[in-house]
C-alpha cells in the first residue's frame, strides 16, 4: 500500500502563497489518483482538489478553484498543492490522499498521509 508523507506546511500572512508536497513511496505511484483534503479545528475533513493518475485531469472544490493549484511528478513520485491568495479561513491540517479515482468522497481513499499544519494570519 502506498505510504504518503506531506511538507510544506506553516505560517504564511493572508495573500501569501505556500507549496505543499506529498511524497509516495511502497507502492505504483503513477497508478493512483491524488487528492488534497483539510480539517480545520471543529470541523469535518473536506475536499480540496484531486488529480487523475492518467491524463493529470484536475478536480477543485469551489472554495479554492482559481487559487489552488494541484499537480504531480510521478517520476518523482511526488504530488503537490500550490496555494496561493491564502486567506485565514484557508487555515487547517492537509492530507493528501492516494485512491484508484479522482473523487471527493473520504471514502474512495485507501491511503493517508499524517498531515500538515497550514495556518493563515490576517
Known amino acids: 500500500q502506498e505510504q504518503l508523507v506531506e511538507s510544506g506546511g506553516g505560517l504564511v500572512q493572508a495573500g501569501g502563497s505556500l507549496r505543499l508536497s506529498c511524497a509516495a513511496s511502497g507502492g505504483t505511484f503513477s497508478s493512483y489518483a491524488m487528492a488534497w483534503f483539510r480539517q480545520a479545528p471543529g470541523k469535518e475533513r473536506e475536499f480540496v482538489a484531486a488529480i487523475s493518475w492518467s491524463r493529470g485531469n484536475t478536480y477543485y472544490a469551489d472554495s479554492v478553484k482559481g487559487r489552488f493549484t494541484i499537480s504531480r511528478d510521478n517520476a518523482k513520485n511526488t504530488a503537490y498543492l500550490q496555494m496561493n491568495s491564502l486567506k485565514p479561513e484557508d487555515t487547517a491540517v492537509y492530507y493528501c490522499?492516494?485512491?484508484?479515482?479522482?473523487?471527493?468522497?473520504?471514502?474512495?481513499?485507501?491511503?493517508w498521509g499524517q498531515g500538515t499544519q497550514v495556518t493563515v494570519s490576517s
Open positions: 490522499a492516494a485512491g484508484r479515482y479522482p473523487a471527493t468522497r473520504i471514502s474512495s481513499y485507501a491511503a
